[in-house]
T-cell receptor, first 112, second 110 residues
Framework: NAGVTQTPKFQVLKTGQSMTLQCAQD?????MSWYRQDPGMGLRLIHY???????DQGEVPNGYNVSRSTTEDFPLRLLSAAPSQTSVYFC???????????FGSGTRLTVV | TQLLEQSPQFLSIQEGENLTVYCNSS?????LQWYRQEPGEGPVLLVT?????EVKKLKRLTFQFGDARKDSSLHITAAQPGDTGLYLC??????????FGAGTRLTVKP
């Protein structure tokens, strides 16, 4: 059981470039979320999904897009990278509300 | 302003000491979770509490959810170097979004 798998683990982008952070889970979880973690600010919710075909915005959605075509996959797209998007990104999944999340190991993104 | 305020922000203690870290909010949560995160890894769920006044024990860790479901505490007895890490609390808000505190960074020295 792999749990939540995130790729790549590290990425450096130039300002204005686009890229997709991949997230896959093999636990048949309906709920999936993307967070960014910045020093002193904790984890902030970017986008989330309550099932295939359903996505919604979180606390800091600007500059990011998501889609959920299957239960397993929840990619995060950066349309035009900015230095303010330098962060560590975590994908998480859960089978229900109020039960806590399983997190991936993160993607460390640097935008120069 | 964080929805969930964690204190202290940093804590450095000697092996064998006891400690308590806190997670406070002015909002009511339907549930609250505690996670531990090690460098280079994602947070790992320790416990979920859902009932006001609930106390859960996990070996040397004791978690308490406040009666009003606005705050929580984590107490570690006889801390060990393996307890070192970033402790995060998280709660589901009224929109069912999981909101995190900034964390308490604990260092246990041998």
């Amino acid at each position: 059981n792999a749990g939540v798998t995130q790729t790549p683990k590290f990425q450096v982008l130039k300002t204005g470039q686009s890229m997709t952070l991949q997230c896959a889970q093999d636990m048949n979880h309906e709920y999936m979320s993307w967070y960014r973690q910045d020093p002193g600010m904790g984890l902030r919710l970017i986008h989330y999904s309550v099932g295939a075909g359903i996505t919604d915005q979180g606390e800091v959605p600007n500059g990011y897009n998501v889609s959920r075509s299957t239960t397993e996959d929840f990619p995060l797209r950066l349309l035009s990278a900015a230095p303010s998007q330098t962060s560590v990104y975590f994908c998480a999944s859960s089978y229900s509300l109020n039960v806590g999340y399983t997190f991936g190991s993160g993607t460390r993104l640097t935008v120069v | 302003t964080q929805l969930l305020e964690q204190s202290p922000q940093f804590l450095s203690i000697q092996e064998g000491e006891n400690l308590t870290v806190y997670c406070n909010s002015s909002s009511v949560f339907s549930s609250l979770q505690w996670y531990r995160q090690e460098p280079g890894e994602g947070p790992v769920l320790l416990v979920t509490v859902v009932t006001g006044g609930e106390v859960k024990k996990l070996k040397r860790l004791t978690f308490q959810f406040g009666d009003a479901r606005k705050d929580s505490s984590l107490h570690i007895t006889a801390a060990q170097p393996g307890d070192t890490g970033l402790y995060l609390c998280a709660g589901e808000d009224n929109n069912n979004d999981m909101r995190f505190g900034a964390g308490t960074r604990l260092t246990v020295k041998p």
